[in-house]
């Protein structure tokens, strides 16, 4: 993220662990600025069942999430990232791992 822009990097889409057709991962590089940050997730959130409806979280939803908190510390990120978790899970079960990762480059 950079300035309230989210510049996405597409994942090779291949499960982590025992697999029976692994094939080697795309190897990305970016130019950072300081203030950029740099976000790396599972699909555990964003397919989360869970909300009015018990609907799955959603992609853009989350981007929008991201986008809302950006301006904060990386520890409010996580409290406001958690939260938005916990109320859009309610009293659905966790249907997967949920691993988000944020760095912010000074």
Avoid at 82 to 97: C, I, L, Y
Wanted: with cysteine; proline share 2%; aromatic share 8%.
């Amino acid at each position: 993220m950079r300035n309230g822009e989210i510049f996405e990097t597409k994942a090779n889409k291949q499960p982590i662990g025992k697999y029976d057709k692994t094939t080697p991962c795309n190897t990305h590089s970016s130019d950072l600025e300081v203030g950029d940050a740099i976000c790396l997730f599972t699909d555990g959130f964003v397919d989360q069942f869970g909300g009015a409806g018990d609907k799955k979280f959603k992609a853009k939803a989350f981007r929008k999430l991201l986008l809302s908190c950006q301006d904060k510390s990386m520890v409010e990120q996580k409290n406001v990232i958690d939260k938005a978790f916990e109320d859009w899970r309610g009293s659905q079960e966790q249907v997967d791992d949920v691993c988000v990762i944020g760095v912010k480059i000074e």
